[in-house]
């Protein structure tokens, strides 16, 4: 079974390595190249990740060159910076999204009672419905069931209720 591979430098940037691979006879398919056969096909792959690594080394020479750089002009790297939420902080950031969910659930709310009370019992059906209407879905994907009945229990509107109740 051969060793199937999109690009030559996404196995290897190491010369040693490939080397290693065609002494083992691994059978390697490398999609940016053709088929890799013989003598010269060794030597080409050879080449092929010669090059791969010097651009590794070229890289990794200017990323510290750079971050020496940034190092030299003051720039903290790296690391803890030591910002912290206070339990205080990340209740405010929970009790606000909360209150982003209520909001929506309660703006949408009629929409679903409306569903409900045309016949459209199922969460899917509910769903499907939103979905003809245009209506976004939270993260802008589309409804499922599981996010109309969340939906319902934001706006605290049991799914078993009546469609007059709300």
Known sequence: MPLVVAKVDRLTRSVAFLSRLLEADVDGRFADLPMIEGATGKFLLQQMA???ELEAGMISARTKAALAAAKRR???LG???GARLTDKARA???AAVQERVRDRALDLAPTIQEFRASGCESLRAIAAGLEERGIP???GGKWSA???MRLLEAAAVPFG???GAA
Do not use: E, L, M, Y
Request: aromatic residues 0%; positive net charge; hydrophobic residues 50%.
């Open 74 to 76: 003051g720039v903290k």
């Open 161 to 163: 209720a009546s469609a």
């Open 79 to 81: 690391g803890d910076r």
């Open 92 to 94: 405010a950031g929970r």
């Open 146 to 148: 599981v996010q109309v």
């Open 50 to 52: 010669a090059v791969a």
């Open 137 to 139: 879905a939270a993260r």
